[in-house]
């Protein structure tokens, strides 16, 4: 898969990224914070459109909100989750776009990540999901 620039992306940087999306999808499904908090950086935020403008919740708020709420596996609800698009323009720099659900809402988001002391981090999430039924 080439980067932004055309060139081949390193194998490691691709590895690394995946592992950070994987924490993001198994701490979503099983609502652990620990595994989301890993995933995100401490300043990240997440955004959505809503009736004309743009939502901001700091991810403190966001981990709040999934620890007070049942989680998609204590529901047995199913689990479809994966990577649509991946481009690392950089070797600190990336955007990976995923697919994932907590039925009924289903949800794209557009996650950016930063390669920190710490390794890849999300540091942006926005978001857009439908709701489907049955």
Not at 5 to 30: C, H, N, R
Not at 50 to 65: F, I
Request: aromatic share 10%; charged share 25%; proline share 6%.
């Amino acid at each position: 898969m080439p980067d932004a620039g055309g060139k081949p992306m390193a194998a490691s940087a691709v590895a690394e990224i995946e592992a950070v999306i994987q924490t993001y999808f198994d701490g979503l499904y099983e609502g652990d914070v620990t595994k989301l908090a890993a995933a995100f950086h401490p300043v990240s935020h997440l955004y959505w459109a809503k009736d004309g403008g743009v939502e901001d919740l700091p991810r403190e708020a966001w981990l709040e909100m999934v620890r007070n709420r049942p989680s998609a596996a204590s529901r047995g609800l199913a689990r479809d989750d994966r990577i649509l698009m991946m481009d690392i323009s950089g070797p600190e720099t990336a955007l990976v776009k995923v697919a994932c659900q907590l039925p009924p809402r289903y949800f794209t988001d557009y996650l950016v990540l930063n390669r920190t002391g710490e390794g890849w981090r999300i540091v942006s999430k926005v978001y857009r999901f439908e709701t489907r039924e049955g």
